[in-house]
């Protein structure tokens, strides 16, 4: 089942022209095209792995308060790679599993519903929801802070959850 966040945000890292492009898809996330030397999502990204260990605790702990735990990775396509949300993380022998939770644009792979090992040295993201509030979710704020003001409200407003 698709977590309520996800079906909104997914990034390319395709090069742009040094813009953010829009792909709107029916029933699918919309995907977000960015520059691959965009420095404010590159920045984005390394915070998202240096503070991966607070993702981890926080999954770990089984705190009631916390929900819908997420992790992004890249997945490499004919012209740099496709970033795609991973839900229903599990632990096996020690490892990090998570589902693909939507269907890849570029990304020959994997499919909707394959379960996917996780490679903390690959992540691009990562987010929980705790107390209908946005932990993490570096990328995500950084296409929301770009989004018209107007854009940014349905965001919001459709999200139902406090992004500080």
Request: charged share 35%; proline share 2%.
């Amino acid at each position: 089942m698709k977590n309520f966040l996800l079906v909104l945000l997914v990034v390319s890292s395709q090069a742009i022209f040094g813009q953010t492009e829009k792909i709107e898809r029916a029933g699918e996330p919309t995907i977000y095209e960015v520059d691959g030397e965009d420095a404010e999502m590159d920045e984005a990204i390394k915070k998202s792995r240096l503070t991966f260990d607070e993702f981890l605790a926080a999954f770990k702990s089984k705190n009631p308060s916390q929900r819908n735990f997420s992790v992004k990775m890249p997945f490499a396509t004919e012209y740099g790679a496709e970033h795609i949300w991973l839900t229903n993380m599990e632990i096996k022998d020690e490892k990090l599993f998570g589902i693909v939770d939507n269907l890849p644009q570029s990304v020959n792979t994997v499919r909707l519903g394959d379960v996917v090992e996780i490679e903390e040295e690959k992540i691009t993201d990562w987010f929980y929801i705790e107390n209908d509030k946005l932990i993490g979710g570096l990328t995500i704020r950084v296409l929301r802070d770009r989004m018209k003001s107007s854009e940014r409200k349905r965001f919001d407003r459709t999200l139902g959850i406090k992004i500080d």
